[in-house]
């Protein structure tokens, strides 16, 4: 698991991924990552404002360490949303 390099913990991930679940949260979520390109999956303080969202949605409290943990990851992954083999690398990596 990859995020584990990036000392994310499996707890943390495994938390996520039951509030995910709900579907209330899952459509927030959507929400808020719909337009989002690779461009702004690059851009540092872009990244820090959707990890800070996200932490909101999902209720979720970080510290600042596990906030930069997240952002070097995403920015680390080099993730295109529209490029359907990302999205299929992502899941494999959290399912």
């Known amino acids: 698991m990859s995020y584990t390099k990036y000392g994310i913990r499996p707890e943390l991930v495994e938390r996520v991924k039951l509030k995910m679940k709900n579907p ?3 459509d927030r979520m959507k929400m808020l990552l719909n337009g989002v390109t690779k461009y ?3 851009d540092r303080t872009k ?3 959707l990890v800070k969202t996200s932490s909101g949605i999902l209720q979720e409290s970080l510290t600042e ?3 930069e943990q997240l952002i070097a990851f995403i920015l ?3 993730i295109d949303p529209s490029n359907t083999l990302h999205l299929i690398k992502l899941w494999a990596m959290f399912r």
């Open 65 to 67: 360490q596990q906030e």
């Open 24 to 26: 209330v949260v899952k």
């Open 47 to 49: 990244v820090k404002k």
């Open 76 to 78: 680390g992954q080099k």
């Open 40 to 42: 702004d999956l690059q």
